[in-house]
């Protein structure tokens, strides 16, 4: 291990994973297949229902398309090298590739908070200020948005990742962890980390706690509407639309704060692997089931897609 104790700038690191087992790794590869499998099928798919069907050339369709590009993105950046790590025996990844794993995954992490957001505000603008929601909402706005969305990702992982990679990693290069997560990896730095945990906490606190205040006054409007609606049929219709957003909202905030906003000492590398599975690789292959399963339009488009296919 002197060898390995005395790299300042590793050229490699090796991830940890999950197991040793060679029977659970078959078992976890199998899984992890599935779900990687499931989830491309299932957000493409919305994607191309959403380009399909004019019915759903709506901004709050427009924003879903793109959560489900991201959820795309999210699950590309780490299963396919988790896949593979199953299978080989040295689980290796290059210096340059856990960068740019932690860089993709920080900007699809932050993007996804601001599209949440955005989401929100369509949903506050169509049910409290339905007559004002085609002049706001317009095609414009919506791009810039969502522009908004992507600049506010990729400025916040370039702090995240430089705020990590630029310390030299004397320590190990084993990474506890199944990809290249921040905090595992500045568990293997030499250098007291205290200001960079400080500066990466700060970055992703803002990001999330920002955006889980704009989404709570959003919905808080939303739902006082809601209960002076004399309409039951309004009434329904409107936390139909707002219910998947709601579960999607509660499943990726609960998981992502409960990983990076607690106390340093409270942190267990092990649970947090749990954890991100649950946010990084399950919720992107349930966020098609969440927003399809109950939602009317979707349904009707996924109806008339079967039409065309089986007329044809």
Same mark, same amino acid.
């Given at each position: 291990?002197?060898?390995?104790?005395?790299?300042?700038?590793?050229?490699?690191?090796?991830?940890?994973?999950?197991?040793?087992?060679?029977?659970?790794?078959?078992?976890?590869?199998?899984?992890?297949?599935?779900?990687?499998?499931?989830?491309?099928?299932?957000?493409?798919?919305?994607?191309?229902?959403?380009?399909?069907?004019?019915?759903?050339?709506?901004?709050?369709?427009?924003?879903?398309?793109?959560?489900?590009?991201?959820?795309?993105?999210?699950?590309?950046?780490?299963?396919?090298?988790?896949?593979?790590?199953?299978? =080989?025996?040295?689980? +290796?990844?290059?210096?340059?590739?856990? $960068?740019?794993?932690?860089?993709? @995954?920080? &900007? *699809? %992490?932050?993007?996804?908070?601001?599209?949440?957001?955005?989401?929100?505000?369509?949903?506050?603008?169509?049910?409290?200020?339905?007559?004002?929601?085609?002049?706001?909402?317009?095609?414009?706005?919506?791009?810039?948005?969502?522009?908004?969305?992507?600049?506010?990702?990729?400025?916040?992982?370039?702090?995240?990742?430089?705020?990590?990679?630029?310390?030299?990693?004397?320590?190990?290069?084993?990474?506890?962890?199944?990809?290249?997560?921040?905090?595992?990896?500045?568990?293997?730095?030499?250098?007291?980390?205290?200001?960079?945990?400080?500066?990466?906490?700060?970055?992703?606190?803002?990001?999330?706690?920002?955006?889980?205040?704009?989404?709570?006054?959003?919905?808080?409007? =939303?739902?006082?509407? +809601?209960?002076?609606?004399?309409?039951? $049929?309004?009434?329904?219709?409107? @936390?139909? &639309? *707002? %219910?998947?957003?709601?579960?999607?909202?509660?499943?990726?905030?609960?998981?992502?704060?409960?990983?990076?906003?607690?106390?340093?000492?409270?942190?267990?590398?092990?649970?947090?692997?749990?954890?991100?599975?649950?946010?990084?690789?399950?919720?992107?292959?349930?966020?098609?089931?969440?927003?399809?399963?109950?939602?009317?339009?979707?349904?009707?488009?996924?109806?008339?897609?079967?039409?065309?296919?089986?007329?044809?």
């Amino acid at each position: 291990n002197m060898v390995e104790d005395n790299y300042t700038f590793p050229s490699e690191f090796i991830l940890l994973g999950f197991t040793n087992r060679e029977d659970l790794q078959v078992t976890c590869f199998v899984l992890f297949l599935a779900i990687y499998v499931v989830t491309l099928i299932g957000n493409l798919g919305v994607i191309i229902l959403i380009r399909i069907d004019s019915c759903l050339h709506t901004p709050m369709y427009f924003f879903l398309s793109h959560l489900s590009l991201l959820d795309v993105c999210y699950s590309s950046t780490i299963i396919p090298q988790t896949l593979l790590n199953f299978l =080989v025996e040295k689980k +290796v990844i290059s210096f340059v590739r856990c $960068a740019t794993q932690l860089f993709s @995954f920080a &900007t *699809c %992490a932050t993007t996804e908070c601001y599209m949440l957001a955005a989401m929100a505000y369509d949903r506050y603008m169509a049910i409290c200020n339905p007559l004002l929601y085609s002049v706001v909402m317009s095609q414009r706005f919506c791009v810039g948005m969502l522009a908004g969305a992507y600049l506010a990702g990729v400025i916040s992982s370039i702090i995240h990742t430089v705020s990590i990679f630029h310390f030299p990693f004397c320590r190990s290069k084993r990474i506890n962890h199944f990809f290249c997560d921040g905090l595992p990896l500045l568990a293997l730095s030499c250098s007291d980390t205290h200001v960079n945990e400080a500066i990466v906490s700060a970055v992703v606190g803002f990001n999330m706690l920002s955006t889980m205040v704009f989404i709570l006054v959003s919905y808080s409007s =939303v739902l006082s509407t +809601v209960l002076r609606m004399r309409s039951a $049929a309004g009434c329904h219709k409107a @936390f139909s &639309t *707002c %219910a998947p957003h709601l579960v999607s909202i509660a499943l990726y905030y609960g998981s992502s704060l409960f990983m990076y906003l607690r106390p340093g000492s409270r942190h267990s590398l092990e649970r947090d692997k749990v954890v991100s599975v649950l946010y990084s690789i399950a919720l992107p292959m349930l966020n098609p089931l969440i927003y399809s399963l109950r939602n009317t339009d979707m349904k009707n488009a996924m109806r008339k897609a079967k039409g065309r296919v089986f007329s044809s």
